[in-house]
């Protein structure tokens, strides 16, 4: 089995101001230790995204964006591309987050198309996918996440997942305090893994699988120490750095 090293990744949403992102950033670099086994991401709101990578330093930390157009460039007012998110050091990209596909409309083809943007200008896609509470109600969890997926699948093709990261985010977890238990979790983590390995199973094994939907310090353990839980995407609690720190730390390498 491929050693994944756990990945865990702030999604700050649209919170924050520049005075409160500053002491927040020093907050968190002062406080990861080099201990720490994974990987650590911030995604910020993109106006602060200078402001992030100026504070990085040599922190290790890594930047992200939380959205970006599926054009290249042009007359898209108010969008952000892919390369401008380069041109501010972005390596990851969240693309099809519940809260854009609900609030926004995006759709699983529009998804696919800027998961395809992303990679090719060389930003590795956080794929969110997951279910409502209704489609968990009703059985359909794993109809709606093979949807989801299959819709990358078949644009991108299988391969184009040795360069991506997918998070399993319940609907009704996010921002909710609710989480998934860790069994719940890795049913889901397990099924998205098989789901790969039909097509490619070097694939499948390679890629990590993040769990989001109210993590915090008190669970985060528990549910990364899941076999098919390779870290977390971090709403609230990662506007917090003592709070943020703490699950950073509990995502230990296999
Ligand atoms: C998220 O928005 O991706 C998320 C997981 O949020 P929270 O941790 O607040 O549930």
């Not at 086994?37 to 330093?57: F, N, Q, R, S």
């Not at 050091?89 to 609030?103: D, N, P, Q, T, W």
Request: proline share 3%; hydrophobic share 45%; net charge negative.
């Amino acid at each position: 089995m491929t050693q994944r090293r756990p990945l865990v990744a702030a999604n700050w949403k649209m919170n924050g101001s520049l005075a409160s992102i500053r002491p927040l950033l020093k907050g968190i670099c002062s406080g990861l230790q080099a201990k720490c086994d994974a990987e650590v991401v911030i995604c910020p709101p993109y106006v602060y995204l200078a402001e992030l990578t100026d504070k990085l330093g040599n922190s290790g930390i890594i930047s992200g964006a939380q959205n970006l157009s599926h054009l290249e460039s042009g007359a898209f007012t108010g969008e952000i591309s892919a390369d401008m998110l380069k041109d501010f050091s972005c390596k990851y990209v969240i693309v099809g987050h519940s809260e854009r596909r609900a609030l926004y409309g995006e759709t699983d083809g529009l998804v696919a198309a800027k998961f395809m943007r992303g990679q090719d200008a060389a930003l590795v896609p956080i794929l969110c996918v997951g279910e409502q509470l209704a489609e968990r109600e009703s059985g359909d969890t794993e109809v709606v996440i093979e949807r989801q997926l299959n819709a990358v699948i078949e644009l991108a093709g299988i391969k184009a997942f040795n360069d991506a990261v997918i998070a399993y985010e319940p609907v009704w977890a996010i921002g909710t305090g609710e989480t998934a238990t860790p069994d719940q979790a890795q049913e889901v983590h397990a099924f998205v893994r098989l789901l790969l390995a039909r097509h490619d199973d070097a694939v499948a094994d390679k890629i990590r699988i993040l769990y989001g939907g109210s993590v915090k310090a008190a669970n985060a353990v528990e549910i990364f120490n899941m076999v098919d839980v390779d870290g977390g995407l971090i709403g609230g609690a990662a506007l917090d750095a003592d709070e943020f720190l703490s699950i950073c730390h509990a995502a230990r390498g296999s």
